[in-house]
Nanobody
Framework: VQLQASGGGLVQAGGSLRLSCKAS????????MGWYRQPPEKRRELVAT???????SYADSVKDRFTISRDNIRRTLYLQMNSLKPEDTAVYYC??????????????????WGQGTQVTVSS
């Protein structure tokens, strides 16, 4: 199983980035997918999740700014990030787990993790 995250970078506050996560080795359409992030010197935290059926959930801090989506044909997960703030600076990770489990936002329920991509937002 491989989750390859990309799209991070340096952006000014108010700017946008789109992260991608290409999956291989799993039946992508039968997996829930999530984005998590780890800010400097802080714990990993939820950003957004999307179930195999397309239901989404977001952390309050990113609602109305970030959009999670998936392309089952391309086996790719996306995170569109708009109106970025310095506090969004973090390493962003994608994660996968088979659909049907409880607690889709609980990071401990995810089986597979990507390597992370750095997002830095300057003020």
């Amino acid at each position: 199983v491989q989750l390859q995250a990309s799209g991070g970078g340096l952006v000014q506050a108010g700017g946008s980035l789109r992260l991608s996560c290409k999956a291989s080795g799993i039946n992508f359409r039968l997996n829930d997918m999530g984005w998590y992030r780890q800010p400097p010197e802080k714990r990993r935290e939820l950003v957004a999740t999307i179930t195999g059926g397309g239901n989404t959930s977001y952390a309050d801090s990113v609602k109305d700014r970030f959009t999670i989506s998936r392309d089952n044909i391309r086996r790719t997960l996306y995170l569109q990030m708009n109106s970025l703030k310095p506090e969004d600076t973090a390493v962003y990770y994608c994660a996968a787990r088979p659909s049907g489990r409880d607690s889709v936002t609980d990071s401990r329920s995810y089986d597979y993790w990507g390597q992370g991509t750095q997002v830095t937002v300057s003020s």
